[in-house]
């Protein structure tokens, strides 16, 4: 039974996706889907990014958010279109809720839309919002098991953003391991390295970007 409403909602939301993805191309919008824990850095990396390429790109930035507007509040900063979405305590967004919110932006005025999903390395991976691809961050904080431990997220996704790296002397964390079992999980999965703090990095970040938008 419970397996059933979940086919069914997946399958509900997969229709809703392939229509944003088709408006997205329409109107020539690449979409990302940025996931990864929270505090993992996606706000950070996104601030950092919208100052770097907001010249280059014309940016907009769709977050999503439990109960707060604290991400949002941080990326309006940056003069570029945001639109929060609350999720009144949903662990993840899906393409209703995406599709709401493109609704409220300028598509013809955009090249890049990156949706911050919410903190979490379980369901977001699972729900399709008609983006072009899933990028997840995943900080050294967090452990270099979580790869094996969440496969599907780091399965799912184009590259993946080893985030905080600054810090990684005072930790445990197992840069070779990591990248071996994100290579195992997804062979063509890109790996890069970075930190908002000292920006080191992030100039890789920018050029996938830049070559792939
Ligand atoms: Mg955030
Ligand atoms: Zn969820």
């Known amino acids: 039974m419970k397996v059933e409403v979940m086919k069914n909602i997946l399958g509900e939301n997969d229709k809703i996706a392939e229509e944003n993805r088709k408006l997205f191309k329409?109107?020539?919008?690449?979409?990302?889907?940025?996931?990864?824990?929270?505090?993992?850095?996606?706000?950070?990396?996104?601030?950092?990014t919208i100052a770097n390429l907001k010249d280059k790109l014309k940016m907009a930035v769709i977050e999503g958010d439990l109960f707060t507007a604290k991400d949002a509040e941080r990326i309006e900063r940056h003069n570029v279109p945001v639109i929060q979405i609350n999720t009144a305590g949903g662990c993840?967004?899906?393409?209703?809720?995406?599709?709401?919110?493109?609704?409220?932006?300028?598509?013809?005025?955009?090249?890049?839309i990156i949706v911050e999903n919410v903190g979490n390395l379980v369901c977001p991976a699972e729900f399709d919002v008609g983006e072009n691809i899933k990028a997840v961050v995943l900080s050294i904080t967090e452990g270099d098991d979580k790869p094996?431990?969440?496969?599907?997220?780091?399965?799912?996704?184009?590259?993946?953003?080893?985030?905080?790296?600054?810090?990684?002397?005072?930790?445990?964390?197992?840069l070779e391991s990591?990248?071996?079992?994100?290579?195992?999980?997804?062979?063509d999965i890109?790996?890069?390295?970075?930190?908002?703090?000292?920006?080191?990095g992030l100039d890789k970040w920018y050029e996938f970007l830049l070559n792939t938008v």
Do not use: Q, W
């Open 190 to 200: 890109k790996i890069i390295e970075t930190s908002c703090t000292t920006a080191e």
């Open 148 to 174: 094996l431990k969440y496969p599907l997220i780091f399965k799912e996704s184009a590259v993946a953003i080893l985030n905080k790296i600054d810090i990684l002397k005072f930790t445990n964390f197992n």
């Open 26 to 48: 329409e109107k020539k919008v690449f979409v990302i889907n940025l996931m990864g824990s929270p505090g993992s850095g996606k706000t950070s990396l996104l601030e950092r």
């Open 92 to 112: 993840h967004l899906d393409a209703p809720m995406v599709k709401r919110a493109a609704e409220s932006l300028d598509l013809d005025a955009l090249d890049l």
């Open 178 to 187: 990591a990248r071996e079992d994100l290579t195992t999980i997804h062979p």
